[in-house]
């Protein structure tokens, strides 16, 4: 070893032993043996989960109580330890959980976990005391208590303190959007749903690891990676109860069937996609079916026309933050919305969808809906703002 001094009548053998408690021959550190004992007893909890084995799961310690995720259909649980914090009996660990529902989820959900541990002395067997979201995680449905569980044909809907029988009703209205969904859109995608309906809207925000006040008027949002065709996400429709009970009959089966749109086109979305696109193509899919008149559905963008003050361009993403003015906010969705509906009516339902997938396909923002434009609809993003700024005339005015 280059530069090491040697000790007078002192053998290399016995300096490895003096010093094998804090570095082996070779010079690296000695791996903390609690690492690999933590993720032992997280393998045999993960296995628990699976076999819905309760007394099995007790043994690994406390965290979630069992009976809370018991009921989910699960397909794959597994635990990974990122990072471990030791000191003495205790331990703290920065853990990554992965589940797949299943019939469900291609994809596996994949979330930040911490997980407090502790044993009784050296050499005894290490157990969970706490089992929380990470830092910047969402909770999972079962960090909010008792999961139930109500199927539908095309929907599985996890509902925490709700009745079952709103359960039920959201599972009818899930098994109506796929099918609509699918009569739009011929994408591969599974044609199942998952939907998420918390206690309140504190507990939709707490699912999406942010405050409430960013979700407040939002009837529900859909989760997932966009572009994944290759590993295809699990996307979760999650309710606001506050905001959708608010809602019509018509109201409540266009923002299911709205959100399950997104679902069927995540993975032909991407960074390149607009939101005035995306959020446009999912409501009109959602109206398709409906007779409502374009004034009715689109009352804010409808009174500004009626006052001459006619968008001069189609909504920018900024447009759609959530914590946007509520007006501005409606006339964002309304434009895109009436955008969608015009390329649909002036071209054709199989040119609107092969508009969604052009822009999509492009790589990058810059670009994309111009290049779209003309090769898909035979214009220039000119003449299509102008057509659309007439369109909104003669339908809203």
């Known amino acids: ?51 819905h084995d309760a007394a ?4 690994t310690g406390a965290g979630a109580r ?3 995720l018991s009921a989910i259909p699960l397909a794959a649980w597994s635990y990974r330890v990122r990072d471990l914090d030791r000191s003495g009996d205790t331990a703290t660990a920065d853990v990554e959980l992965r589940y797949r529902v299943e019939g469900y989820d291609r994809g596996a959900v994949a979330t930040g976990r911490t997980l ?5 002395g050296a050499g005894g067997r290490w157990s969970v005391d706490s089992d929380r979201p990470a ?27 709700q009745p079952t029988g ?24 599974a044609r199942r749903v998952v939907v ?34 290759e590993h295809a996400p699990a996307d979760r429709i999650i309710v606001n109860p506050d905001a959708y009970g608010l809602l019509g009959d018509l109201g409540r089966q266009v923002v299911l069937t709205h959100e399950t749109t997104h679902v069927a086109t995540r993975a032909d979305t991407t960074s390149a996609t607009p939101l005035w696109l995306s959020e446009g193509y999912a409501d009109w899919v959602g109206y398709r079916d409906s007779a409502r008149a374009a004034a009715e559905a689109a009352p804010e963008l409808a009174e500004a026309v009626a006052q001459g003050e006619v968008p001069a361009r189609l909504p920018t993403d900024e447009d759609f933050g959530f914590t946007a003015d509520a007006q501005e906010l409606a006339r964002a969705y309304e434009g895109g919305w009436l955008a969608c509906r015009m390329i649909a009516e002036q071209w054709d339902e199989d040119r609107l969808d092969a508009f969604y997938r052009a822009v999509g396909a492009h790589g990058e923002r810059a670009g994309a809906v111009e290049d779209a434009t ?20 003669t339908r809203l005015g």
């Open 196 to 229: 998420v309906v918390p206690r309140s809207l504190e507990g939709m925000a707490g699912l999406l690891g942010s405050p409430a006040s960013s979700y407040r008027g939002i009837a529900a949002v859909t989760t997932g990676e966009t572009g994944g065709r």
């Open 56 to 59: 099995a799961y007790a043994r």
């Open 166 to 189: 709103t359960l039920r009703r959201f599972a009818g209205l899930a098994d109506r959007a796929v099918p609509a969904v699918a009569d739009a859109w011929d994408g591969d995608w």
């Open 1 to 51: 070893m280059a530069g090491r001094t040697r000790v007078p009548g002192w053998s290399a053998g016995v300096l490895c032993l003096l010093l094998v408690g804090l570095v082996g021959c070779g010079g690296g550190s000695v791996a903390d043996p609690a690492r690999a004992e933590v993720q032992g007893v997280l393998d045999r909890r993960a296995a628990a989960v699976l076999a």
């Open 66 to 68: 069992f009976g809370d």
């Open 374 to 393: 003309r090769s898909v609809l035979g214009t220039t993003q000119e003449d299509f703002t102008a057509r659309w700024r007439e369109y909104l005339r």
């Open 135 to 161: 830092k910047k995680s969402g909770q999972q449905p079962w960090d909010q208590g008792e999961v139930e569980v109500v199927r539908g044909t095309h929907s599985l809907v996890l509902g925490v303190g």
């Open 116 to 120: 407090r541990l502790s044993r009784d």
